[in-house]
């Protein structure tokens, strides 16, 4: 056996999953936390379809999963529904009226921790209206229907688990500053244990005046009301006027190839559907698979495509509404070629020699959670939201029961400057009122055939992208089957630092000969947390990461 061959077998070797995928006939619902999961599948099982149990899961989870579920945040929904219909609705926050350029920087003009911690780190949260928008889209079932879970939930109290008592702790710092937080989430400072009860009654009002009055009470109902009058005594920037003007946006599916399947993205403010689809377009036609999944070739070859995207993403991308995005330009058949070209498949390119290209303008159309959803009509929905940090900004909104966000960090707080995801942005993303910070969220669909064949998406803050774009290539370029894709040793590249950092389970002969490339290599806890289904006509097979919880239900 050459050294060669021997390399490979060893890096592949630490691919094998002992998991499988979880298998259902007519419907999945895939979730971080299981409660969540389960009222999906109710609601399913009762005559839903996907996107009223998108609605169930979505405020579930912000009851039983803390960390990232929400009210006081907001995301992106892909959806497809079996007739073909596509459709991608933008709920994220967005910058308050009174935003300025350079509201988080200090008198000698350094950034502040005011973005990240506290309640001026809040843009105007969008969950709420995302769900409502959806539900008047696609819904089929009464919205009262769709919320009662997680009222209950609420109400009643539900068990915490291992994962979630230690996720508590793991937060205790950034939690314990502000009083409802700590009161709520770390019982006044003595700290939940594994089995206890988790009760949030104040949440549980909120969420019924939701259920019975619809969005309209967190935007200008009396949640609108102490949610600002709560800000005003502390400092926040949200206004009654604010939530009276947010509105959630259909913006337009981003759709590309590779390898025969279509490919169904989200467009900016997102900057997750151009990576994947530049970085596909990157990969197509340089043969980058035939060396096997974890060799040094490709991982060579994908982190060099990471590191172009990356910075393309730092100079092009931020709200379309604000900002002049190349949209079509940056993952055109041209352009990406150009980006193949460049790439020396034996030598990594510093990353300082790497400068964001110049793309036609073309023709335009940390935490997060992630679900997805088939129903058995076929109907689909992949659904991605976020409070950024853990926790999002520590805040829980007294009377109100619930966290808010710290999306104000997703902006250049000052361009050039890395935020706390280390990434570098642009003026494209500076601050404005009304604009929506770019996010690294990804929900991603693969069609062939007319059929939907595979959901994926994540959390994970900037390593988002890169996490679901190594799924979707397991499946596709790999043969893996979505346990075993997920499961699989994931590493990341975004420009800048200038490091390529792998996860555990790399052989050590792999790591040497990427530093033999010329890549300085560092260890990285986790690439995003990704779940997803795959569709083979006959069977749903679901997956969660085991890089943190989750749940597969279905029927």
Request: glycine fraction near 12%; aromatic fraction near 8%.
């Amino acid at each position: 056996m050459t050294m060669r061959v021997l390399v490979l077998f060893l890096a592949a070797a630490t691919l094998v999953s002992a998991r499988q995928p979880v298998r259902f006939k007519k419907a999945m619902v895939v979730a971080q936390e299981p409660h969540a999961a389960d009222a999906g599948v109710d609601i399913l099982k009762s005559g839903g379809n996907a996107v009223d149990a998108a609605v169930a899961v979505g405020f579930a989870l912000a009851v039983t999963y803390p960390v990232a579920g929400n009210l006081g945040g907001g995301g992106f929904a892909l959806i497809r529904m079996a007739d073909g219909r596509t459709a991608f609705l933008d709920f994220r926050e967005r910058a308050p009226l009174s935003a300025t350029r350079n509201m988080y920087l200090d008198p000698g003009g350094n950034p502040t921790r005011d973005s990240v911690a506290g309640w001026r780190a809040a843009g105007v949260p969008g969950s709420v209206r995302g769900f409502e928008a959806m539900h008047r889209k696609f819904g089929s079932r009464p919205w009262s229907k769709l919320v009662a879970p997680s009222v209950k939930l609420a109400k009643q109290g539900f068990v915490l688990s291992d994962h979630a008592t230690r996720s508590l702790r793991a937060n205790a710092k950034d939690l314990e500053p502000f009083p409802e937080s700590k009161r709520i989430f770390l019982n006044n400072g003595r700290f939940f244990e594994m089995g206890d009860r988790l009760r949030q009654p104040e949440l549980a009002a909120t969420l019924a005046r939701i259920a019975k009055r619809g969005a309209r009470d967190f935007y200008v109902g009396e949640t609108a009301r102490i949610l600002a009058e709560q800000c005003a005594a502390n400092g926040g920037h949200i206004t009654q006027e604010d939530l009276r003007q947010y509105k959630a946006i259909e913006r337009p599916v981003l759709k590309g190839t590779y390898k025969g399947y279509e490919v169904l993205a989200i467009s900016p403010p997102s900057s997750g559907g151009v990576g994947i689809l530049q970085m596909m377009g990157v990969l197509e036609g340089s043969g980058y698979e035939k060396t096997g999944p974890g060799s040094a070739r490709a991982i060579h070859m994908l982190a060099e495509a990471m590191r172009r995207y990356y910075a393309d993403r730092a100079e092009h991308l931020g709200d379309p509404d604000f900002h002049k995005v190349p949209l079509r330009g940056l993952f055109a058949a041209d352009y990406v070629g150009r980006l193949r070209s460049g790439i020396d498949p034996d030598h990594a390119t510093p990353s300082a020699q790497v400068k964001a290209g110049t793309p036609a303008p073309g023709a335009e159309p940390t935490e997060t959670t992630h679900f997805s959803i088939v129903d058995a009509q076929g109907n689909a929905v992949a659904l991605t939201y976020t409070i950024n940090g853990g926790f999002g900004n520590g805040v829980t909104v007294p009377k109100l029961g619930f966290l808010l966000n710290n999306e104000m960090d997703d902006f250049a707080v000052k361009p050039g400057v890395p935020n706390m995801f280390q990434l570098i942005q642009g003026e494209g993303n500076a601050i404005q009122p009304k604009k929506t910070p770019l996010s690294s969220m990804t929900p991603t669909m693969l069609v062939k055939d007319g059929k939907l064949r595979l959901i994926a998406g994540a959390p994970g803050g900037s390593r988002i992208i890169t996490g679901v774009l190594q799924v979707i290539l397991n499946v596709v370029d790999h043969g893996m089957n979505i346990q075993e894709a997920i499961d699989a040793p994931r590493f990341h590249h975004q420009w800048m630092p200038d490091k390529l950092m792998l996860e555990k389970g790399f052989s050590p002969d792999t790591v040497e000969l990427l530093r033999s490339r010329g890549h300085t290599i560092d260890s990285i806890s986790g690439v995003a947390n990704v779940n997803g289904i795959v569709l083979d006509g006959t069977w749903l097979a679901g997956a969660w990461d085991g890089r943190g919880d989750g749940k597969v239900a279905g029927y």
